[in-house]
Every structure is written in C-alpha cells, then in structure tokens.
C-alpha cells in the first residue's frame, strides 16, 4: 500500500506520484501509455495494455494422495478448469494409478477440450485445448440457449407421438454437452476478469459478470429439467399430451428471454414476463382438473413441476435483464455528466 499527496496543477487537473518499484516492476517508461479504470466502488486501477499477458501459460497442480476419493480428485480437475488454467498437472502418491486414470477420464467427460498430453508413473499432465469457435462467450452462451431449447422440443415431439422413446435417451445425454458449455462459459469469463485490459476492450463490467452467472446457470438447470422430464416418462407408459401447450408455452418463454438478455432488451423480458402469468394460470388449471391423475402417477407431477420450475428461471432471467438495462443506463448518465464537467473545466482553462 502507497501513500500519496495529490498536488493540483492549474484550475483543474490533479496529480498523483507514481510509485517507483511498480514501475520498475511492470517496466513503465516515460511517454508510455496507462489505462486508468474508474471501479464500482470509485477507486482507479491504472495499468499497462500493452503489459497484460494474453497468452500466458498457468498451471494449476494438484498433489494427490490416499485421503482423496476418486470424486475430490474430479472437483480439483474441474476447479484448476474453470479457473482458466491451461494445464493441469496431477502428481500423485500412495494411490491406485487405475483411480486416477478414472478421474481424469471422468473429467475429461465433463470438460470441453481437456486432454492427456504427458504422463509417467507418477504424474499425469493435461491440456485444455480449446476449439477456436468456442472462443467467444457469447456463442458459448447461445450454443447452451440452443442445446437446451432443442431437448425441450424433442421431449414434446415425443409427447405428441412424432417419434418413440429412443429421442428421450438422446436428450438425457445430449445434456452432457449443455454441462460442459457452462463450464467452458465461467472459464472464459473468469479469465476475462483476471485481466481488466480484456474487460475493456469487450466492454465488460463486473455486474455483467454477476449477472452472466446467474444466467449461465439458470440454462444449465434448464437442460437438467430435461433429463429429469425424460426420465420420468420414461416410466409412463402413455405421455401426458395435456400438458403439451403449457409445456409449449414454457420454453417460448424461455426461448424470448434468453434472446432479452444475450440483447439487454428490457421491453422483449416484460413481455415475456407478462406472458408467464398466463402460463400459471394454465397451470393452476391442469393441476385442478387432472387432479387424481397427478395424485396416482408420480412421474406425471415431476413433469408439470419441472415445466413450472421451468417457468420461474425464465421470471429470474426476465428480472436480470431488467436489472443490467437500469444498470447500464445509470453508466450512460455518469458518462454524459462527466463528459459535461470535462467540456466545462475545458471552457475555463
């Protein structure tokens, strides 16, 4: 921590000393251009582009031994992943080689790009090798909108009769994939946030991140009500087709505010707000008249509460979108009273 005296040089202009070991540090030389970031809280961080490291290597290592099970060791793999590092080396003693190999092989399966690129009798070293057009995070997100939506779909075309049960079992799995976008997703995007020159250049600020993780996990759940929607019918033997325009109407609502927060539109997430009242109301309706029927088929009232539970992430979403668009907008007023006090204290120099 620094001390420092500001010092005013004319009518307007504040001046405060660099420290002379940081900019050692970092390798600042005079004329050299700073990037000075106003943070939430109204403190700066001053730091240099051209400084920021954009493909550095970071190795996350985990030391393995007897008192770890099989799944710890899949958490640690998973944790050095989502981290954003770009290897993982496991070093391990005092365990089976055959348990290890079925952890990284379970992680392999949960992660999107992770491989073995070296290994000895005691350590095994894994890439994350990304494919290139997954490197955006906002095609990481729609790939996830799509995967899930699109199990949905084949789970009502089950339900209506346009194909058998076999869809049911491809939508269970197709699942795995939705999971391992969502990781792939809070990779990218803690690594946006460890290096604030890539905030900037994509215009992101810490509440997009806040909200951004609660939106990726609420299209995860999503696709998670899919696996158990299929399971569930799985052990009826005839699909409740009653429920198929609440079901409809559930993932059009999902579908529209997915679409109000990858394009911050607040007047696409109210409506679809207001349309999720009408979905309750069809609910509430089922739930009355199928009463009996709910009452002695289990399966059938995990269904209508998936597709309910479906409908409040799409609330939460539609009140996210709602608060990024106030948010947003309070920046833009900052931004143009600031841009009035430069234009004023130009005027009286």
């Not at 906002?138 to 869809?167: C, F, P, Q």
């Not at 792939?184 to 997009?208: S, V």
């Not at 739930?287 to 409908?311: F, P």
């Not at 608060?323 to 600031?338: G, H, N, T, V």
């Amino acid at each position: 921590m620094y001390r420092r005296r500001v010092q005013r040089i004319g009518k307007s202009t504040y001046i405060v000393s660099l420290p002379n070991s940081w900019a050692r540090e970092i390798g600042l030389e005079p004329k050299m251009s700073v990037v000075m970031e106003v943070l939430p809280d109204l403190s700066l961080r001053i730091y240099v582009p051209s400084k920021q490291s954009k493909s550095s290597i970071v190795e996350h290592f985990v030391s393995i031994d007897s008192s770890l099970s099989e799944e710890d060791i899949v958490r640690e793999i998973i944790g050095g992943y989502v981290a954003g590092a770009s290897t993982v080396k496991i070093v391990y003693k005092g365990v089976k080689r055959e348990v290890v190999e079925r952890a990284v092989n379970t992680a392999k399966e949960k992660l999107m790009g992770l491989e073995v690129i070296d290994e000895d009798t005691s350590s095994i070293v894994l890439q994350v090798v990304v494919d290139p057009n997954l490197s955006s995070l906002n095609g990481v997100m729609k790939r996830m909108i799509r995967l899930s939506v699109s199990m949905h779909e084949d789970i009502i075309s089950y339900i209506m009769g346009s194909t058998d049960k076999a869809i049911l079992e491809a939508v269970i799995a197709r699942d795995n994939l939705v999971d391992k976008l969502y990781l792939l997703a809070l990779r990218q995007l803690i690594t946006i946030l460890r290096d604030p020159y890539e905030m900037g250049k994509r215009g992101l600020r810490y509440y997009d991140a806040i909200y951004m993780t609660m939106f990726l996990k609420s299209v995860e759940r999503v696709g998670d009500h899919g696996v158990n929607i299929s399971n569930s019918l799985l052990l009826l033997d005839t699909p409740p087709t009653f429920i198929v325009d609440l079901y409809r109407g559930a993932i059009d609502a999902f579908r529209n505010v997915c679409e109000s927060f990858i394009l911050v539109d607040k007047d696409m997430a109210a409506e679809a707000v207001k349309n999720v009242d009408k979905l309750r109301s069809v609910e509430e309706d089922i739930r009355r008249r199928y009463r009996e029927e709910l009452a002695s088929k289990t399966a059938m009232t995990r269904i209508l509460d998936a597709i309910s539970r479906i409908v409040a992430r799409s609330v939460d979403i539609a009140e996210e979108v709602i608060d990024i668009y106030a948010l947003k907008k309070m920046d833009k007023l900052k931004l143009a009273e600031s841009g009035e006090e430069e234009a004023e204290q130009a005027k009286q120099l």
